[in-house]
């Protein structure tokens, strides 16, 4: 069963930090359909937050098709966001975990590295939407 980390210094709602590590515990196949999610009660106890943000955060995975309310059952996960390849990812993970491993031996924190992934994908998803006129030096950079 998931358990939920609310940090409140991250500025990001807490509900939405919900909804954030429930749908990262989908792509990492921590929870698969069928699985239950804590409920509210349990979420409450363990994080001190307002019952009405565990429902809410519910609903809008509820709302996305992840999740699926059994009355008087709890709630329940409908469908994963993982990748079938685990062998891939295993590998991957692998990598991940040594270039993390060199990151903070050089002296980077949390932030940094989180700071630095962000930065790649960012430039990546920009590499990868670019207009082909763009992409390719179109007129602006014949000038």
Do not use: H
Not at 112 to 133: F, G, I, M, N, Y
Request: proline residues 4%; glycine residues 10%.
């Amino acid at each position: 069963m998931i358990e939920y980390r609310i940090d409140r210094r991250s500025g990001v709602a807490t509900y939405q930090q919900i909804v954030q590590q429930t749908k990262q515990a989908l792509r990492l196949g921590l929870l698969q359909p069928g699985d239950k999610l804590p409920t509210a009660r349990e979420v409450v106890e363990a994080t001190a937050i307002n019952p009405n943000t565990v429902l809410k955060a519910y609903r809008e995975l509820e709302r996305e098709g992840l999740v699926e309310p059994r009355p008087g059952l709890g709630t329940f996960v409908q469908r994963s966001l993982g990748n079938a390849d685990a062998a891939g990812d295993a590998a991957l993970r692998a990598e991940l975990a040594a270039w993390v491993d060199r990151a903070f031996a050089v002296g980077l924190d949390r932030e940094d590295v989180t700071a630095l992934t962000t930065a790649v994908l960012d430039a990546r998803e920009q590499r990868t939407s670019a207009p082909a006129d763009q992409a390719g030096g179109g007129r602006e950079g014949a000038r």
